[in-house]
């Protein structure tokens, strides 16, 4: 594709492409006044989806951080009926002793075993307050959702709604768009394309008006303006950088 463009547009002569890159402008320029249109739309919408995605993961981790700690309460009780089972076995088995040594054994491991236990009552009441905070935090998180799912919703329902109204002209112009780009060829459309973004309103290519860029407004020396309208060669503003072109090929003056 890009080897095509280069073939087409060495078919045509420079002031041919200068016609073609000012018709480029003109066109852009246009596209530019429906992209205007939806504003802060499109980034609105991309912050909301990014937010809405941040929350849904958040709740997907706490919700996963509260059956962590439920799981391990249940671990927990598990092990204090262990334990109470072996202070069981441990104290009938005291009954049964034959010395002194053997009977203060299994009281060792009786009080291990039920220090065991207020361990795991200790973690358990944790727990149950981690988990408490974790699904007050869970709730929180699903009504701030809630909230920019709505406002997602709208702002979508928004940008669809000027998509769709101005889809047929957006196509158009990028068509446009698109047919003048193959009479220009590869470099100069790179710093076209270049300087329209380095520019606040998008204006890379400016007719001369009243002997001044018709984009920063400083002036054009004479000469200068001559070799502009000759159409031979590109020429930019020594000031701002954008590409000048004759005021000529502005039927009414006027970009």
Known sequence: MASKKVTDAADYSMEE???ALYE???VDSQIDGINKLKG???LEVQDLEDEVAGLETRIANITREVEELTTETKRRKEEIESAK???ARYTEQQNNVRNNREFDSLSKE???QSLEIELCEKRIKEYGVEVKNKKKAIEDAQAVLADRQIDLQNKKQELETIDKETAADAAKLTAES????TKIDERLLSAYKRI???????LAVVTVKRDACGGCYNRIPPQRQLDIRQ????IVCEYCGRILVSDELDGNGEQ
């Not at 698109?178 to 780009?181: A, P």
């Not at 329209?196 to 998008?202: D, F, I, Y």
């Not at 159409?231 to 590109?234: H, N, R, Y």
Request: hydrophobic share 40%; proline share 3%; no cysteine.
């Open 17 to 19: 492409k200068i016609v």
């Open 24 to 26: 480029l402008q003109k």
């Open 40 to 42: 802060e739309l499109p």
């Open 85 to 87: 089972a072996m202070i």
């Open 110 to 112: 009786i009080e291990y």
């Open 178 to 181: 698109e047919k003048l780009q």
């Open 196 to 202: 329209r973004a380095n520019v606040r309103n998008g």
């Open 231 to 234: 159409s031979k060669k590109i």
